[in-house]
């Protein structure tokens, strides 16, 4: 969770207890609780008024006695209730103050999206925000809208119990896995029009910035070569560009899968070293 979804969440709670404290003080008794302390003969006595403003502006003090001591303690509440609403105001303006000058952009996150620049940066220790960490994590566990079509295809385990449809991309899940690069499998994509379910959905880990990866794992197929194609014209139309912001591995009926040029996309991407084949 980042700092702005807890300020957020503390923001809403901190909005309804404002509420039922003014409902409470709306409810309260007329006046404020003022007291006096007397000592006598070595004992300390308190007594108790209850301060109003009559109708020509001018205040009165009236004693509360010992047979209405209810009357103080609904004072004393509301007294308690008033300083509450007050400081409940004061971070309510605080946290106004935040969300209002509160960017999603992040300058460090501007430069490392820069993609020579990145890559002279490879071998530094890059700082990652805590914010974007926590919200790779809960991107990467929440639920999403997946591939429906033919789910019983979905049928080869991979090494975070991720089903897929293929050794190639039970492959590529498991180089994802190694370099703890955040991911979706078939996520739903609306782009131009169209609806399409790429291989993978990646974040960038140290950037936040968003990927996809195809695998073209049939071009021996004239049906399945013409809707890639289609596909990659809706793609690039649309600000999808190979190279760029979509990755693409292929292999055919003559050509096999090759997990090497799988790493040297994730080492071109992520600037990740070779994970050992086991």
Excluded at 106 to 115: E, I, M, Q, T, Y
Aim: net charge positive.
């Amino acid at each position: 969770m980042t700092l702005k979804n807890i300020i957020e969440d503390t923001r809403e709670s901190l909005i309804q207890e404002k509420r039922k404290l003014e409902k409470l003080l709306r409810e309260a008794p007329v006046g404020t609780l003022i007291y006096s302390k007397n000592t006598s003969k070595g004992r300390t006595y308190y007594k108790y008024y209850v301060s109003v403003t009559d109708k020509d502006g001018l205040n009165k003090k009236i004693y509360i006695s010992r047979k209405n001591r209810n009357f103080a303690k609904q004072l004393a509440r509301k007294r308690l209730h008033s300083k509450r609403l007050k400081d409940i105001k004061n971070q309510l303006s605080a946290m106004d103050s935040f969300l209002a000058k509160y960017s999603q952009n992040s300058a460090l996150k501007d430069l490392l999206n820069v993609p020579l620049l990145f890559n002279l940066l490879e071998d530094e220790e890059l700082p990652t925000s805590d914010d974007l960490s926590e919200e790779l994590k809960r991107w990467a566990h929440e639920e999403y809208e997946t591939n429906p079509y033919h789910p019983e295809h979905k049928n080869v385990p991979t090494v975070d119990g991720t089903m897929v449809r293929s050794k190639s991309e039970a492959f590529i899940v498991m180089l994802l896995s190694a370099q703890h690069i955040p991911y979706r499998y078939e996520c739903k994509l609306e782009i131009g029009g169209h609806i399409y379910y790429p291989d993978f959905t990646i974040r960038h880990p140290v950037t936040g910035k968003t990927y996809y990866w195809e695998h073209v794992g049939a071009l021996h197929m004239p049906e399945y070569r013409s809707d890639f194609i289609q596909k990659m014209r809706i793609y690039i139309n649309n600000g999808l560009i190979p190279d760029y912001n979509l990755i693409l591995t292929y292999e055919s009926e003559g050509r096999p899968f090759d997990i090497t040029i799988a790493q040297d996309k994730l080492r071109e991407f992520f600037s990740c070293e070779t994970v050992p084949l086991y």
